[in-house]
């Protein structure tokens, strides 16, 4: 049974920082992206960052227009983890943040596998 288990939310006040961690366990996601996406309340699930890796040294990132130079996602193969680092926090940020799993690209229904969520609240 493939599983995501994020971590790392919480409270926190504009302009301060949090690093999300989301464990993989069940399957191995080292050919295929790993993501995250967040939904605020009453707005749709959208696209954060995505993270993968082509068989060669390098890992490949993508980010959202809105958190681009202020997040940052790495993973750590052997761990089969990622994680989301967020710098400069805005209240708009306040979102449940989810960690996705065997996707390609940018779009929800790219993605196979998803976690339960965490909570992301910036006070301003």
């Known amino acids: 049974q493939v599983q995501l288990v994020e971590s790392g939310g919480g409270l926190v006040q504009a302009g301060g920082s949090l690093r999300l961690s989301c464990a993989a366990s069940?399957?191995?996601?080292?050919?295929?992206?790993m993501g995250w996406f967040r939904q605020a309340p009453g707005k749709e699930r959208e696209f954060v960052a995505r993270i993968w890796w082509n068989g060669g040294p390098t890992n490949y990132a993508e980010y959202a227009d809105s958190v681009k130079g202020r997040f940052t996602i790495s993973r750590d193969t052997a761990k089969n983890s990622v994680y989301l680092q967020m710098y400069s926090l805005k209240p708009e940020d306040t979102a449940v943040y989810y960690c996705?799993?065997?996707?390609?690209?940018?779009?929800?229904?790219?993605?196979?596998?998803w976690g339960q969520g965490t909570q992301v609240t910036v006070s301003s």
């Open positions: 996705a799993g065997g996707g390609t690209g940018r779009m929800i229904f790219d993605y196979e596998y």
């Open positions: 069940g399957r191995t996601f080292s050919s295929q992206a």
